[in-house]
């Protein structure tokens, strides 16, 4: 069984169409896929707001039911993971506690100039990741 870590909150697409390429059969590879409420804390004059506040763990986005309801029709089993805090640290720490065998991440449509660059969380997870990371774009990027 091959384990992999699709780390999502945008259109999942190209993450699932990443997964699905996989070279193997569709039965054995194994997908958890990782949704990150970014923590944050708004603070004015007379008060403050955390996302500890508004974070639901049971509210996931439509995307991260759009990429499990296409992995399984691809016939990818796939779970739901969702949690709260930076979503780096979160990625590679829950990569860790799964032992997965690859991380599947988003890259962000960039400027020109910007493309020789991933955005701060894609650029962590490929610095500090143990295991092999997949960078998934949209085609038009």
């Given at each position: 069984?091959?384990?992999?870590?699709?780390?999502?909150?945008?259109?999942?697409?190209?993450?699932v169409?990443?997964?699905?390429?996989?070279?193997a059969?569709?039965?054995?590879?194994e997908v958890?896929?990782?949704?990150?409420?970014?923590?944050?804390?708004?603070?004015d004059?007379?008060?403050?707001?955390?996302?500890?506040?508004i974070?639901d763990?049971d509210?996931?986005?439509?995307?991260?039911?759009?990429?499990?309801?296409?992995?399984e029709?691809a016939g990818?089993?796939a779970?739901?993971?969702?949690?709260?805090?930076?979503?780096?640290?979160v990625?590679?720490?829950?990569?860790?506690?799964?032992?997965?065998?690859?991380?599947?991440?988003?890259?962000r449509?960039?400027?020109?100039?910007?493309?020789?660059l991933?955005?701060?969380?894609t650029?962590?997870?490929?610095?500090d990741?143990?295991?092999?990371?997949?960078?998934?774009?949209?085609?038009d990027?």
């Amino acid at each position: 069984m091959y384990h992999v870590l699709l780390a999502t909150e945008d259109e999942p697409a190209p993450l699932v169409e990443t997964v699905t390429d996989l070279p193997a059969d569709p039965e054995e590879i194994e997908v958890t896929v990782l949704n990150v409420f970014e923590q944050f804390e708004v603070r004015d004059e007379a008060e403050a707001v955390s996302s500890e506040a508004i974070y639901d763990e049971d509210d996931v986005p439509e995307s991260v039911t759009a990429a499990v309801e296409a992995l399984e029709a691809a016939g990818v089993t796939a779970r739901v993971r969702h949690e709260h805090g930076d979503p780096a640290t979160v990625i590679l720490e829950t990569a860790a506690e799964l032992g997965v065998d690859a991380i599947a991440v988003h890259g962000r449509k960039r400027s020109p100039i910007g493309k020789a660059l991933f955005g701060s969380v894609t650029q962590a997870v490929l610095l500090d990741a143990e295991q092999p990371v997949f960078v998934a774009t949209d085609a038009d990027d």
